[in-house]
């Protein structure tokens, strides 16, 4: 089955400990990127990358970090987390041909809460 | 399951019933206007895209207009289902996705 998964799922964690919220898809897309979603505010992308080795911030990358080392995986990495990064976090892919990166694959969501 | 908003706009529709989801966007120079829909607890998922050279594309049960003219996008879903209960999100794409806030759609049996 053609997926993006995340893992975890929920976590609840304190201020300056760092965590890693990985992402996988086996679509062999090239794209992938993360989204924050807050109440009002829609999605607002973190962190993307077009292929392995290849990332760019997005509109809301302060303090978070990501690396492309394969191109099915995609973690985010909060190396402090604070309390104003407590939201729902969605990874997602998409291929790069033709127009089908508007077809983005989105995984569940990690809900993310910093105390 | 997952509150994607406190605050979004609601539309209330009969089952059976033609909905109408509205959307305005800002940048003219958007090559794509695209419809996703969330289901409570899930990522979004792709409903249907339109290219900016375009004013209407069918799907199955889904009609997307584009007035470029007063930057408006539209979703028409037809005989609404308790299935299409969702929060849709418009979106506009040049170089990168950009999300817009969402409406609720609630579907009455």
């Known amino acids: 089955e053609a997926q993006v998964t995340q893992n975890p799922r929920y976590l609840i964690t304190v201020t300056g400990k760092k965590l890693t919220v990985t992402c996988s898809q086996n679509?062999?897309?090239?794209?992938m990127s993360w989204y924050r979603q807050d109440p009002g505010l829609g999605l607002r992308q973190i962190y993307y990358s077009m292929n392995v080795e290849v990332t760019d911030k997005g509109d809301v990358p302060e303090g978070y970090k990501v690396s492309r080392k394969e191109k099915r995986n995609f973690p985010l990495i909060l190396e402090s987390p604070s309390p104003n990064q407590t939201s729902l976090y969605f990874c997602?892919?998409?291929?790069?041909?033709?127009?089908?990166?508007?077809?983005?694959?989105f995984g569940p969501g990690t809900r993310l809460t910093v105390l | 399951g997952e509150s994607v908003g406190l605050h979004l706009p609601t539309l209330s529709v009969q089952e059976g019933d033609n909905s109408i989801i509205n959307c305005a966007y800002s940048n003219s120079a958007s090559d794509y206007f695209i419809w996703y829909k969330q289901e409570s607890g899930k990522g979004p998922q792709f409903i249907i895209d339109?290219?900016?050279?375009?004013d209407k594309r069918q799907g199955q049960r889904v009609t997307v207009l584009l007035n470029k003219t007063v930057k408006h996008l539209s979703l028409q879903i037809a005989a609404t289902q308790p299935g299409d209960s969702a929060v849709y999100f418009c979106a506009e794409t040049s170089y990168k996705l950009i999300f817009g806030s969402g409406t609720r759609l609630l579907v009455r049996p």
């Open positions: 339109i290219r900016s050279n375009m």
């Open positions: 997602a892919s998409s291929s790069l041909t033709g127009d089908s990166y508007n077809e983005q694959f």
């Open positions: 679509m062999n897309h090239e794209y």
